[in-house]
């Protein structure tokens, strides 16, 4: 965690040392304290700091996605008093992470369009539902965002970016032990006069290390294989256990 830290006060420092006519030729400039994140065995959440430096007056936004991928979601139904699969719908191409921050409630400084364009905030956050009667899609898009959120993977309410004096700002971004890994899209955003005048990109890869990632990678890349290891292994459990059982 220190060196992240030093790293993000170490960029702060140099965006204040910048000459004034350099800072001003940049309306914005935004960076992470980390653009890798390693899972391993011992992996249990993170945060980093997004930090950067605007060139006057404005409101700041932040939207991080995850990779996409096509995920599904089915109703509990309660039949007999047996709870069973009901109605299932599929989200085709939705983020499997998504974060956004902004310095107040995007309502009072941007407009609904922008906001739908740049998607500030699950509610603006487009997504193909498919497979279930348009009649449910509404519900199905509730109950998937909820689902998410419960997982820590989506933020329901806006969170915090936050400036340091007039012209810098930083925003805490939490990435929990089930995030999913892969390429994230960070976009930060400077509003003015209810527009989006300036907009940055900057990369940031989550991905599996050591021993969790040989095993990941085995079982994807070998999957038939790892499946009958994975019986060959519960058979041979149980028959111990059932041993150890019967002598005692």
Request: proline share 4%.
């Amino acid at each position: 965690m220190m060196p992240r830290l030093l790293l993000a006060i170490l960029a702060i420092c140099a965006v204040i040392a910048l000459p004034i006519n350099t800072a001003r030729a940049q309306a914005l400039s935004a960076d992470l304290s980390d653009h890798l994140i390693a899972i391993n065995t011992a992996f249990t959440g993170t945060g980093l700091t997004l930090f950067g430096s605007t060139d006057g007056d404005g409101d700041v936004a932040v939207v991080v996605e995850g990779p996409r991928a096509d995920l599904m979601l089915r109703k509990k139904e309660k039949i007999a008093g047996i709870w069973t699969n009901g109605e299932s719908a599929r989200f085709v191409d939705a983020p499997t992470f998504y974060y956004a921050a902004a310095t107040r409630e995007p309502s009072q400084f941007l407009r609904e369009a922008p906001r739908s364009l740049y998607r500030i905030g699950v509610n603006n956050l487009p997504l193909d539902i498919q497979d279930v009667d348009h009649e449910n899609v509404a519900e199905f898009r509730t109950a998937f965002i909820a689902d998410r959120a419960n997982a820590g993977l989506y933020n329901r309410q806006v969170g915090n970016v936050t400036f340091i004096g007039s012209r810098l700002f930083r925003s805490d971004i939490y990435f929990p032990a089930n995030v999913p890994t892969g390429t994230y899209a960070v976009k930060v955003m400077l509003i003015r006069g209810g527009e989006v005048i300036a907009q940055t990109d900057t990369p940031l890869t989550i991905r599996k290390v050591g021993t969790s990632a040989r095993i990941f990678n085995f079982a994807h890349d070998y999957s038939a294989v790892f499946g009958l290891m994975a019986v060959v292994c519960a058979a041979a459990i149980g028959w111990f256990a059932a041993f150890v059982f019967r002598k005692n």
